[in-house]
């Protein structure tokens, strides 16, 4: 009999990227869905192109690092995917193609790729096209319309015409938006499955809900035009970013209790943007704030060592 020496782990488990990514994927195909039944071909036509510029600038970067080709890992697809749900349906195919190569290439690999970046290469992406074509960014169609009539959001409706939106139009998805956020119903029966697999962590996306809630509370009691704590929670980007991009493991906290402070100051910066600033949204802002705070937030967030 011989003894076989190897080096670790010994244990090997299914749980890998691929797998990571697959399931976040599964958890927005409702989402999907219903932004195709809403948005029809434009919705196809952005996802198909978004996804198809992030893979090829995938591979052509890897290509020019030297690096083995792997898309295997389903990320590029995924930052692809994450990066038209959180556009509007009306945008632009070349707009939409720099993005996914921006999310790609500075949201990624200029931080040394997969597992190295600071931000989440999505929201990177969005970020980059809100300034380089703001109009574009603003610029919502109602759901269903065959000739791509303009309407304002939710948020947006309440920010400047002081007018509220029934909470059922928000909970069903009959609202303008981006193509993946106008359904909270869908996003939180496809934010619940990645928790219950396991995939993301509910400490964030608790933290954040509930810091949302409260300020939303508080801000209804001094001013009803605010908003209530349900016109909050529902509208908007809130419930994409609490499940699917601040949960994010690469670009957030690795600590359980940094994790609440995480959320909790996402929470914060959400309701400050939508409360005092000149924008009517402020989740893809607030999470990229926090997301540069996360290697401070693990620093003074680790436990303590037994002993220590």
Known sequence: MHLKITSSPHLSSKINTSYIMLQVMVGLLPATVWAVYLFGQR???LIVNCILSAVISEVLILWLRKKPIVIGDCSAILSGLLLALILPPSTKW???SL???FAILVGKHIFGGLGSNIFNPALIGRAFLMAAYPKMLTTFIAPNSINALT????LALRKFSQAITLNKDLFFGNVAG?????????????G???LVVRIADWRIPLSLLLTTAVISI????????NGDIFFHLLSGGLLMGAFFMATDPVTTPITKKGRYIFGVGCGIFIMLIRYFSGLPEGVMYSILFMNAFTPLIN??????????
């Open 151 to 154: 309407a304002a959001t939710p």
């Open 178 to 190: 981006s193509l993946g956020e106008t359904s909270s119903l869908l996003l939180i029966i496809g």
């Open 218 to 225: 508080i801000g209804f009691r001094f001013n009803p035009l």
């Open 99 to 101: 993005g996914s190569i």
């Open 94 to 96: 070349y707009a939409a």
């Open 43 to 45: 919705a196809i036509f």
């Open 299 to 308: 620093r003074y967030s680790a436990p303590k060592p037994f002993g220590g």
């Open 192 to 194: 619940l499955y990645i």
